[in-house]
């Protein structure tokens, strides 16, 4: 039996509760669940994906619909295709005075999938770790993008008015807390001024507790937690990363348009963009999906968001999915994300800037997604790292992305 299957047997009790914090050219995450054993082979989960070794990583990120609750994200109509470039990539890139190839990045990197698409068309496409061109897999916080998409959509669509209403006229069950007077846009960009504890170390923080709220007759657990937490800060005066709000921007759009994440996804991106794959996205203890995390999609279908978001975020008829400026806006840092991760970078509407024109997506354990419109370049990165925060594979990966990017600024 695959240790997939070993893993669906006996890991029904395994839930992910939390979801993380990209820092840096890396992303950090915390993710808690009820202990449960993987197999008999590999020994158990200890308490989330966080601690599964390499082969239960192999194993387990391309089948979460079949270890965790998920949702359908229907594709339909006819595939847009991904033409494949007649001239192929060829790059060798420095790590440490040595240099690499990309059968090295693939091996030595535990990377599942690279997909590198230049002026729209494939330069690069290569599987490892067992996957092939037809299998998904996990994006951990990649999936903060779609969400925020979902939301210009919405505005799009009449059913929000706009970034600068109070959240709680969409989620009347913030009224009187600290999201009082906190708008749209301040949830999505994650300067809300409320008070919140992203301390992975301590079982008593916010980020350890807050995806245990049970749902009570039907509550939304998200906003019965976040209703609780205090302000520290005016809004739009403090950047502080709040993996919770990143799942309120979950409850806001489903409280607009009265539609389940996974309905909407497909409907306003994954039939019409021809995504070659369903996907899914996992739920959390209300049946909802947990909005900053673990869509599973395959590689060219992350490839085909990206390419679909850099060039306007609109389909291949030329309709627009959101509102005129609103890439320029998710992906344009505040001046308080910027103080706050100290200029290394930033970040917009879920989405994180450099100090250039590259914007990503990034998820834990090697998941991005790197756009860069000035070069039409977008690269793709799926990965099963050793940790999920790891510095070297990290440097490793960008050290990549930049030898691609000065090719093709060389030509």
Partial sequence: MPLWMLMRATSAALLLLAVLQPAQSAETAAAAAAPASASATRGPVRGSVLFWTFEQQKAGYPHMEDLFPTRLVKRGGPVSPLPV??????VTFKVGGETWTVDDYMTRNRAAGLLVLKDGQVVLERYGLGQTP?????????????????????????????????????L??????????????????????????????????????????PSVNGSDPVVTYMARLPREAAPGTKWVYK????????????????KTLSDYLSEKLWQPLGMEGDAYWMLDTSGAEIA?????????????????????????????????????????????ATEGLQGRGGYGLQWWTTNGKPYRASGIFGQ?????????????????????????????????????AAQYRKN
């Avoid at 977008?378 to 099963?384: I, K, L, N, R, Y």
Wanted: contains cysteine; proline residues 4%; negative net charge.
């Fill in 172 to 213: 009347p069950g913030l009224k009187g807390s600290g999201y009082e007077g906190v708008t749209v846009r301040q949830l999505l960009n994650m300067t809300s001024g409320v008070r919140w504890n992203e301390d992975y170390a301590d079982a008593n923080s916010d980020v350890a507790r807050f995806a245990t709220e």
């Fill in 368 to 404: 991005g997604i790197w756009i860069d419109p000035e070069l039409n370049l977008v690269v793709v990165t799926q990965s099963a790292w050793l940790g999920a925060t790891d510095q070297p594979s990290a440097m490793v990966r960008q050290a990549l992305i930049d030898a691609i």
């Fill in 85 to 90: 470039a007649l001239r192929p990539l060829d």
């Fill in 243 to 258: 993996t919770g709000e990143t799942n309120l921007v979950g409850s806001l759009v489903r409280a607009a348009t009265g």
């Fill in 292 to 336: 900053g995390c673990c869509l599973s999609a395959t590689l060219r279908d992350y490839g085909r968001f990206a390419l679909f978001f850099m060039h306007g975020a609109k389909l291949p008829n030329g309709q627009a999915v959101v509102p005129d400026g609103w890439v320029q806006q998710a992906t344009t840092t505040t001046r308080e």
């Fill in 134 to 170: 037809q299998m998904r897999w996990t994006s951990f916080s990649v999936a903060k993008s779609f969400s925020s998409t979902l939301v210009g959509a919405a505005i799009k669509d009449g059913r929000i008015k706009s970034l600068e209403d109070p959240i709680t006229a969409y």
